[in-house]
């Protein structure tokens, strides 16, 4: 399997499961409908989580569903062949997942009332997640280091890109009604109320023991051990599971625990400087 990246419009993807001429005709012609929900966020943001709560919303926290079928079959990476191919041919309310940065989503979800939410996370954890679940991947170029990581995260030389720029593409679309910005730190820190505002977003009404179901079912250590969800299931083909799991420490703050002083100072002073357009209170980490 190759390390390398396919670029795409100047963006590298994993070189697995992607194709340009399918990303092109995906953008001309997919066509997202009124009645779906499509999950947005830079990889290691916590873009599994939030699928493994909006099935459970949409399961009345039934965890049948999560238990049966693969994560990446319940909510299909748009972008991915794999993923294309389920969601071209499917009837009826779709959930739609996607990594890609605002100028390569297919360009019918601006003439839809798809309903979209947004998922951000502290960059510095994503940038640690990152490293080790990269170092794990079979399908992208491996850091040697968390120094060489560091430098390419800053850089965008990482899957999907520049996190900033992501951020700063889709934060466009702030104000829709048919958009909602949440955190991996609100999750973390208030799962419950975060829950409901999803709800409340989408116009679902969970009673007490399905919520209560749901948030079981999402746990970081439920997650952990449901083959479905914990990517244990491709046997070793993407991943090298000897070195580490898709479900790492599902906590906030780690970075604490990998940068060194010079790398937190470096990244405050790039952060500062990237974002400063952009209003502090969007990012409750800072
Ligand atoms: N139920 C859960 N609760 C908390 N964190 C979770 C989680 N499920 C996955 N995660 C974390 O989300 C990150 C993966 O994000 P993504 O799905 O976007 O790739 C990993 O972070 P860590 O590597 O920091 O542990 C993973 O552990
Ligand atoms: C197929 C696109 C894809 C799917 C899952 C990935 O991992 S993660 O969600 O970023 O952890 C990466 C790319």
Redesign the pocket.
């Known amino acids: 399997m190759s390390d390398k990246y396919l670029w795409f419009k100047g963006i590298p993807l994993p070189a697995v499961d992607f194709i340009p001429e399918l990303l092109r005709e995906e953008w001309e012609n997919f066509v997202f409908k009124d009645e779906d929900v499509l999950i947005v966020?830079?990889?290691?943001?916590?873009?599994?989580?939030?699928?493994?709560i909006l099935c459970l919303i949409r399961s009345k926290g039934d965890p049948k569903w999560i238990q049966s079928v693969p994560i990446w079959e319940r909510s299909p990476w748009v972008e991915a062949e794999y993923g294309y191919n389920i969601l071209k041919d499917k009837e009826g309310p779709r959930l739609i997942t996607t990594?890609l940065p605002i100028q390569l989503i297919p360009k019918s979800l601006f003439s839809s009332k798809t309903k979209l939410i947004y998922?951000i996370?502290n960059p510095r954890?994503?940038l640690?997640?990152?490293y080790?679940?990269w170092s794990i991947s079979k399908f992208v170029k491996k850091p040697e280091s968390m120094e060489e990581y560091f430098e390419w995260f800053i850089q965008g030389n990482v899957p999907y890109g520049s996190w900033f720029d992501h951020i700063h593409g889709w934060m466009s679309m702030k104000g829709k009604e048919n958009f909602l910005i949440l955190s991996?730190e609100e999750?973390?820190r208030d799962?419950r109320s975060t829950v409901e505002k999803i709800c409340q977003f989408l116009g679902k009404k969970l009673e007490p023991e399905e919520l209560n179901s749901l948030l079981k079912n999402?746990?970081?250590?439920?997650?952990?051990e449901n083959k479905m969800?914990n990517y244990s299931l491709p046997h070793g083909q993407y991943l090298d599971e000897k070195n580490g799991s898709?479900?790492?420490?599902?906590?906030s703050g780690?970075w604490k625990n990998h940068f060194t002083a010079a790398q937190a100072e470096a990244f405050d002073k790039i952060f500062q400087e990237k974002m400063a357009d952009v209003p502090r209170e969007l990012f409750p980490w800072e």
């Open positions: 966020a830079f990889p290691k943001s916590g873009t599994n989580w939030l699928i493994e990594h998922l996370r954890d994503i640690v997640s990152g080790f679940f991996y999750l973390k799962t999402s746990s970081f250590q439920v997650m952990k969800s898709f479900m790492r420490k599902g906590i780690d």
